[in-house]
């Protein structure tokens, strides 16, 4: 197949295992976010596809090849790295160029694909600079050209845009999504913005504790969460406990819910509902009985804080369809069939 | 916060400390020393004021600007050897872990509080033909017959790169340590073997570091004297030691003073003529 291939991946630091048997097949030209939160082993993941770790199991195949053995600076790959590591000796220009100086590319050659990527990345006429006078969009915008002057099969980067600011990230990351559909390469980013990976992935990858729990694409992932990790980690969501009554029907806060099952052979399940799905209507009949506690107005949207025996809900809608109730009053809360994501606990 | 210019003389306070030890122990015995140089020597070891040149022109003759000439270029090879060694060994250093890395610097602060006098004998035992190296070498059937290294311009440098070293390599060390090591993993990405990686990039970016180590080890081991005599011949022998031998063995201070002003004066010119070419290799 080609493409990038991880065939049971495992690294262990001494007695600690950072990444343990990660198995994910990434076609050309396709755009992964490793998406997890802080110590879950993303770096590490790929620093071992990039070659600078060695893994302590398993095999990373590019093209169908075994790259495994390979040693960094032969695996044709460009890498951003967290801190950029630019080279501070040099100047914007000899920093894109540094990967074509190595690989014995002619001056003219060098100065043209130079010019090329300054123009890629909207900073002609910055060839001069030394990069520590560069802002840091600007020097983001060097690390991408760098990585990207020998045209490598594979672009990997690790959380690109954190150091960021959030208007210049979120321009950034429709930039990025738009390079990399423009040049087709196969590209890997690590983040912990889980709003980053929704923007920019083709397939996003949430890892927990070492291991993958769920590869899919952006909308996958958020309307059909593998587990109850990967649901609560992505967007915000309500999980509810889902149990069998006397009578072995599914219930859910004491509500008999029809249209739902529990998993077979589970007396007891989780529920995620994502705020939007919720309806509230006037208490009584079909819908579960609450009380607002509270209201957040956000301008685009507004959040309305339920307390269902105990239990917190929040509820999403828009000012048009903004909900008429108030502090302190009791609200039905009604939980469409079709929006309940039932998970294992 | 913009700083107040001083204005009373307390705000001047702060200065006084390094002001006073800088005049104690730098401008008075230089001062005393640059006196001494234009003084008249008196038959006996003693020396009366007077302002004569004599002791400059003395000075100004072919066998000591040879003198002269060998001490500069043994300062310069024991500092370039010294940088080279150590800038290796140091970067190794720093990618040891914290228990290797603090068992190597103890080793080498130990071989620091060894003398000079310590070290010089050391080396010449082992360069000797007796007991030397080379026995060794025979017993492993490299050599023939045992062979005496010394005395030579070898053991001298070799001497003197050992007891400049561990210096070097302290110096380095904080800076190396410091150095971003992502660096070195962006230029491998980017195809560079590690060690071309060393080369165009720990290198350059560490060139301030490197260019202020050279001149730590080039004046210290311009005021090496007692390695030279005890390794070398007396053609190997340096200005310090014919500083001391006038100072001390000959009586005649006004000379080993103008000797002394003189070689303070030429390693002023060559520091900063190094500083300003590196200056210069900045801006460009
Ligand atoms: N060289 C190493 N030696 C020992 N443990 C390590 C090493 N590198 C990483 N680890 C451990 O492996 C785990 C995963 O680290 P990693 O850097 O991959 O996390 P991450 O997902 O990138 O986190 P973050 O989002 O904070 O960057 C961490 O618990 C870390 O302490
Ligand atoms: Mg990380």
Redesign the interface.
């Known amino acids: 197949m080609s493409g990038l291939v991880l065939k049971d991946i495992s690294k262990r630091f001494g007695s600690f295992t950072a990444v343990s048997h990660v198995d994910i097949s990434v076609p050309h030209g396709t755009f992964v976010c490793m998406l997890g939160p802080s110590g879950c082993g993303k770096t590490t993941l790929l620093r071992m596809i990039a070659g600078l770790d060695e893994p302590s199991e398993g095999a990373i195949l590019l093209d169908g090849a075994d790259i495994t053995p390979i040693p960094t600076h032969k695996r044709n790959l460009g890498m951003v790295f967290q801190s950029l590591a630019l080279f501070p000796h040099l100047n914007v220009a000899e920093n894109i160029a540094y990967p074509l100086r190595i690989r014995g590319v002619a001056k003219e050659d060098q100065k043209k694909r130079v010019d090329e990527l300054l123009q890629m990345i909207h900073l002609q006429g910055y060839g001069e600079r030394p990069v520590s006078k560069l802002s840091g969009g600007q020097r983001q915008r060097v690390a991408i050209a760098r990585a990207l002057a020998l045209s490598p099969k594979l672009f990997l980067l690790d959380e690109p845009l954190s150091a960021l600011d959030a208007k210049l990230r979120e321009a950034m990351q429709v930039e990025l999504r738009q390079l990399q559909q423009r040049l087709g390469i196969t590209t890997i980013v690590v983040t912990h913005d889980q709003r980053e990976a929704m923007t920019m992935a083709d397939t996003v990858v949430v890892m927990n504790g070492g291991e993958i729990r769920q590869a899919a694409s952006p909308v996958d992932i958020y309307r059909n969460p593998a587990d109850t990790f990967v649901a609560d980690f992505i967007g915000s969501t309500n999980l509810l406990e889902m149990s069998a009554d006397s009578a072995g029907r599914a219930t859910i806060l004491g509500k008999p819910m029809a249209g739902l099952k529990l998993p077979t052979g589970l007396a007891k399940a989780s529920v995620s509902i994502r705020p939007e799905d919720l309806h509230l209507t006037a208490p009584g009949g079909d819908a579960i009985d609450g009380t607002v506690t509270f209201i957040r107005d956000l301008g685009g949207t507004i959040e309305t804080f339920i307390d269902v025996s105990g239990q917190s809900i929040v509820a999403v809608s828009t000012p048009r369809a903004r909900p008429e109730v108030s502090v302190g009053q009791k609200v039905g809360v009604v939980l469409p069939d079709e929006a309940c994501v039932v998970l294992k606990r | 916060m913009k700083r107040e210019p001083p204005r009373t003389l307390a705000d001047y306070g702060p200065l006084f400390f390094p002001a006073t030890m800088l005049t104690v122990f730098f401008v008075v015995p230089f001062g005393t020393m640059i006196a001494v140089s234009f003084f008249q020597r008196q038959q006996g070891g003693f020396y009366t004021p007077a302002f004569v040149w004599s002791n400059y022109e003395r000075f100004l003759s072919v066998f000591f600007g040879n003198v002269l000439g060998f001490s500069l270029m043994l300062a310069i090879t024991v500092a370039i050897c010294c940088v080279v060694l150590a800038l290796p060994f140091t970067y190794c250093l720093t990618r040891m872990s914290r228990r290797a890395q603090v068992l190597w610097l103890v080793g080498l602060l130990s071989v620091l509080s060894l003398s000079e006098v310590i070290i010089g004998f050391a080396w010449s035992t082992l360069f000797s033909r007796t007991a030397g190296i080379t026995n060794l070498l025979v017993a492993i059937g490299i050599m023939d017959a045992p062979r005496a290294l010394y005395p030579g311009f070898g053991a001298v440098l070799t001497g003197m790169v050992y007891q400049a070293f561990p210096y070097t390599v302290l110096v380095l060390f904080p800076a190396l340590v410091r150095l971003?090591p992502?660096?070195t993993?962006?230029?491998?990405?980017?195809?560079?073997?590690?060690l071309?990686a060393f080369f165009?990039?720990v290198v350059?970016?560490l060139?301030n570091t490197i260019v202020a180590t050279l001149i730590m080890v080039f004046i210290f081991a311009l005021g090496s004297y007692l390695l030279p005599q005890i390794l070398g011949r007396p053609q190997h022998w340096t200005l310090s030691v014919l500083i001391t031998d006038q100072a001390i063995y000959q009586s005649n201070m006004p000379f080993a003073a103008a000797m002394a002003v003189f070689l303070v004066l030429v390693t002023l010119a060559l520091v900063s003529l190094t500083l300003f070419i590196g200056r210069k290799g900045e801006v460009a």
Request: no cysteine; hydrophobic share 30%.
């Open positions: 971003d992502t660096l993993e962006a230029a491998r990405t980017l195809g560079s073997s590690p071309r165009n990039v350059p970016a060139r």
